[in-house]
């Protein structure tokens, strides 16, 4: 049987500056793949990444959840 090897993934997009956060929460929108308002990024939608969403939530938001459903 062939298995179904499409990803789902996450769009998100920044919303908020990180001038004046911490260290990790500017790391943490480095590695999804953010640096500036109004950048967005598609990630894979993993256990790993929603912890790192919800890390830095007030500074991003979800566009599209169901992009590679």
């Known amino acids: 049987m062939a298995q179904d090897t499409t990803k789902a993934m996450i769009t998100i997009e920044q919303t908020s ?3 004046g956060r911490p260290s990790q929460q500017r790391g ?7 640096n500036k308002i109004g950048r967005r990024s598609s990630v894979e939608d ?8 919800a890390k830095v939530a007030h ?3 979800v566009i599209d959840a169901n992009a590679g459903k």
Do not use: D, E, Y
Not at 28 to 34: E, K
């Open 28 to 34: 943490t929108l480095i590695g999804l793949g953010l």
């Open 17 to 19: 500056s990180a001038i």
């Open 59 to 61: 500074l991003v938001r």
């Open 46 to 53: 993993t256990p790993a990444v929603r912890g790192m969403i």
